[in-house]
Nanobody, 122 residues
Framework: QVWLTESGGALVQPGGSHTLSCEAS????????MGWYRQRAGEERELVAS?????????KYADSVKGRFTISKDDAKNAVYLLMNNLKPEDTAAYVC??????????????WGRGTQVTVSS
């Protein structure tokens, strides 16, 4: 079992920057990838960014955030961070931390945080 604790939800002005944090606890051998998904009102959940925590490779970003968002990890804290720059109103969403273990291209085991709200508005 893995538990995920998110922090960093906020109201941010357009063009601003903000960082989300997610710390994992429990059986870290059960996962090899952590990342962030988001769900905008009335839409399906989508992958924002992910990173393979075992080696820092296999970094993925949604096309809509490439060049603006950066995912990073801190092995000592079992944490991942999402630095969001040049935020846009369309980035407004509930951001949910994900931890998974992949077999090939698909996760065979997943854990989810409760989510944290990021609102981009002036």
């Amino acid at each position: 079992q893995v538990w995920l604790t998110e922090s960093g939800g906020a109201l941010v002005q357009p063009g601003g920057s903000h960082t989300l944090s997610c710390e994992a606890s429990g059986n870290m051998n059960a996962i090899d990838t952590m990342g962030w998904y988001r769900q905008r009102a009335g839409e399906e959940r989508e992958l924002v960014a992910s990173i393979r925590i075992t080696d820092g490779f296999m970094i993925k970003y949604a096309d809509s955030v490439k060049g603006r968002f950066t995912i990073s990890k801190d092995d000592a804290k079992n944490a991942v961070y999402l630095l969001m720059n040049n935020l846009k109103p369309e980035d407004t969403a509930a951001y949910v931390c994900n931890a998974a273990f992949y077999l090939g291209p698909r996760p065979i085991r997943e854990y989810w945080g409760r989510g944290t709200q990021v609102t981009v508005s002036s």
